[in-house]
C-alpha cells in the first residue's frame, strides 16, 4: 500500500523580516509549485593516473536551485503588489525569508532565503489573470 501524501494545502509563506521574531504571510492564490531544486556541483578531477581512462569526480558546491510557482495574480494584493510584494522584492533586488510547509503529519517545513528573479504575468482571453514567478534559493536552506 501506498504511503503518498496528497500536496494539495501545501503553503508557500514569505517573512516579513522582522527580529527578533520574523512573521511569515501565505502567498495568495498559490497553484503549482516546483523545487527547491536541490542539487551538488560534481567536479571533475579525473587525472594521468585514473584507473583505465575513467573519469573521476569529488563532490563540490551545493546548490539550493530555484522554486518556482505560479499564482491567480491580484494586482493589488500586498503578496503580489509593487508596493509591498513579489513585484516589489523583485524591482528592489530584496533577499527574503520563505517558508513552504508540506502537507505531512508533521507539517515538514523547508525554509530559505530567495532573490525573486522571475514575474510573469499572463492575460488569456478565456481565463483567469496568472503569473509564473521564480525564486533563486541563496546560501543553505534549512531542510526539517
Known amino acids: 500500500m501506498?504511503?503518498?501524501i496528497f500536496a494539495q494545502g501545501t503553503l508557500l509563506k514569505i517573512?516579513?523580516?522582522a527580529t527578533p521574531v520574523e512573521g511569515f504571510t501565505t502567498i495568495a492564490e498559490v497553484n503549482d509549485l516546483g523545487g527547491p531544486a536541490?542539487?551538488?556541483e560534481a567536479v571533475d578531477v579525473t587525472n594521468h593516473s585514473s584507473l583505465e581512462g575513467w573519469k573521476e569526480f569529488i563532490g563540490g558546491l551545493l546548490d539550493a536551485g530555484e522554486v518556482s510557482f505560479s499564482i491567480n495574480y491580484?494586482?493589488?494584493h500586498a503578496t503580489h503588489n509593487n508596493t509591498?510584494?513579489?513585484i516589489r522584492d523583485m524591482r528592489t533586488r530584496?533577499?527574503?525569508n520563505f517558508q513552504l510547509i508540506f502537507t505531512?503529519?508533521?507539517n515538514t517545513t523547508w525554509s530559505f532565503t530567495a532573490l525573486v528573479t522571475g514575474f510573469e504575468p499572463t492575460e488569456p482571453v478565456d481565463a483567469q489573470l496568472t503569473a509564473d514567478v521564480t525564486l533563486q534559493i541563496t546560501g543553505k536552506p534549512t531542510l526539517v
Open 15 to 17: 517573512g516579513d523580516g
Open 38 to 40: 536541490l542539487a551538488l
Open 74 to 76: 491580484q494586482p493589488t
Open 84 to 86: 509591498t510584494g513579489l
Open 104 to 106: 505531512d503529519s508533521g
Open 2 to 4: 501506498s504511503s503518498a
Open 94 to 96: 530584496t533577499k527574503r
